[in-house]
């Protein structure tokens, strides 16, 4: 076989492992490879003709691994220290990963005994081994006598299932690990809440313990939709594929329905109390479904006798020549002083003082604005709704007095885990509504979509993450089952790419996820859901055509 690593072609028979081949270039840091553009463990073995790159853990896919590699450890110390506790892993925060325990109360005792016994792992450098199973191995295997908890989740289409082995404990994890549990030195264990964080560090810097920043309001959010869909008994993929097994998604989907519709009009109501509140600023990450959720709170805000008006933050663009340029050189249309924050609060107060402005129009193929001759005038029974990525940042409204505004905070805050130890992203499930809306309404194909997320992950990390805890609301806009529907939209997309594409592993990494779901028809969703955004059929989006078109 020929092996190419950075510029150096390997001659090398077939087996042979990443690990041995690049023994003298693998650093402390790296944690796993990329091999003809998918994520391996260290130690793949190598079978044809391979491109391969190591991965440390500033990178995604390594900080993913480390994680990943923390969270195996956590539940083999729970294994041998506390046998008959039910761990589970609930949701990501700042640097760091909530956890639980449902049938015992976490303490100060528990968290220093397994801290211990995680070090004591850690200190051993025990490989973790990746065994292949066929899948009637795995199930027959997984069922004799666990070592940790949830059932074993398998694709249709799995013809292999890949347990982790670490003396005699073994899980199954949904992505590669660590070879050994020498790699994740770095970690904390901290009680919180009712349960505990596992902490880890800023991708910035492997060899220091990340900051932890509190996010109260998020994670009270998230909190209160695991415990309904707890309730519902649709926390995991296991039980909601259950539910479509048995035709029973009718109930999972109208009370998912009911559940935003209810926020939504409760949210309404305590702004309309709010008689000095004049403008609603909304904000949140890309595809959470910002656009279906003015529209219903519009609506809402109607029947309480307010009239919403909407004003767009685009039409407030500076003249291009005074508009930043990021660290490539490049127009940077995100960060804050793309704003013409200077006029943008002007025409707020003249129209909270009652007085009307002419507002402008921004041409972005020339970047400029220009005045049409449109009026704007608030009446008294008028509230502002405007929505952006920069309003939760106070800068944006600078001039306005506090009491004036509403913020609120709008995100896919995914709740639904594959098993109790492996949770699905919010970021992931984002995309996968961002592939399907893209290829829908904007003739863009999912390699296109892939190629352009991490430049707006990087956007959504500077200028929406850190402001989401001034929000006075905050709206969890997931449906616990939209996954099982968007799967039909997505898999063909992401089947287009093949392995000459940097995005192939990425692409087979969501295939995989999405595997997992059973199907629901897209006749079963209500044409006002806030899904319908993305797979189209929404009464809030009359008009809007769907494309065929891949560019």
């Not at 249709?156 to 299932?161: C, F, L, P």
């Amino acid at each position: 076989m020929k092996v190419t690593y950075k510029d150096k072609i390997y001659e090398v028979d077939k087996g042979i492992k990443v690990n041995e081949l690049l023994k003298d270039e693998i650093k402390e840091n790296d944690i796993v490879c990329i091999c003809n553009n998918q994520v391996q463990v260290l130690n793949y073995e190598l079978e044809e003709d391979s491109r391969i790159e190591l991965v440390n853990f500033s990178e995604k896919q390594g900080r993913a691994a480390y994680i990943r590699g923390l969270l195996y450890i956590l539940g083999k110390a729970f294994a041998e220290v506390y046998p008959q506790s039910w761990l589970t892993v609930n949701f990501q925060l700042h640097n760091a990963m909530f956890c639980q325990l449902d049938n015992m109360e976490v303490t100060d005792e528990i968290i220093s005994n397994i801290k211990e016994k995680m070090t004591e792992i850690i200190s051993k450098d025990l490989k973790i081994e990746k065994v292949e199973m066929s899948l009637e191995e795995a199930k027959k295997f997984y069922e004799q006598g666990r070592k940790s908890r949830g059932r074993l989740q398998v694709r249709d289409n799995a013809k292999k299932i890949s347990l982790y082995f670490c003396e005699d404990y073994y899980n199954y994890l949904y992505g590669p690990l660590p070879i050994s549990t020498g790699v994740t030195k770095i970690f904390d264990l901290e009680l919180y809440k009712n349960g505990f964080l596992l902490r880890y560090p800023d991708k910035s810097n492997p060899n220091v313990l990340g900051e932890y920043q509190e996010t109260k309001k998020l994670l009270a959010t998230m909190e209160e939709y695991d415990d309904i869909y707890r309730l519902l008994y649709v926390n995991t993929v296991y039980r909601l594929n259950t539910k479509v097994e048995r035709n029973e998604t009718e109930e999972v989907i109208l009370l998912s329905e009911a559940l935003h519709n209810k926020k939504i009009s409760n949210l309404a109501d305590d702004i309309a109390k709010q008689k000095e509140k004049k403008i609603i600023l909304i904000a949140g990450p890309s595809s959470s479904g910002k656009t279906t959720f003015a529209r219903k709170l519009s609506l809402n805000l109607r029947l309480n006798g307010l009239k919403p008006v909407t004003i767009s933050v685009d039409n407030y663009f500076v003249e291009r020549e005074q508009n930043p340029k990021d660290e490539f050189g490049n127009y940077d249309f995100e960060c804050i002083e793309a704003i013409d924050t200077k006029l943008f609060n002007e025409h707020l107060t003249r129209l909270l003082n009652g007085e009307e402005i002419e507002v402008p129009t921004f041409d972005f193929t020339i970047g400029k604005k220009f005045y049409n001759g449109e009026k704007l005038k608030l009446a008294d029974d008028e509230i502002l709704v405007i929505e952006g990525i920069h309003c939760l940042n106070d800068k944006l409204t600078e001039n306005i007095d506090k009491s004036k505004k509403v913020k609120i905070y709008i995100s896919d805050l995914t709740v639904l885990n594959i098993d109790y130890f492996s949770r699905i992203s919010t970021t992931d499930t984002r995309l996968i509504r961002r592939i399907v809306r893209d290829y829908n309404y904007r003739g863009y194909s999912a390699l296109n979509t892939l190629k352009s997320w991490y430049s707006v992950n990087r956007g959504e990390e500077k200028y929406i993450y850190p402001y989401q805890e001034e929000a006075d609301y905050m709206f969890n806009s997931s449906l616990v089952y939209e996954l099982a529907v968007l799967k039909k939209h997505a898999l063909p997309l992401l089947k287009e790419i093949d392995n000459t594409n940097e995005e192939y592993g990425e692409a087979q990494r969501i295939i995989e996820l999405l595997e997992y779901f059973d199907d629901i028809p897209d006749e079963d969703i209500p044409n006002d859901s806030l899904l319908r955004e993305f797979i189209g059929g929404s009464i809030y989006h009359k008009g809007e055509e769907k494309v065929s078109k891949k560019g």
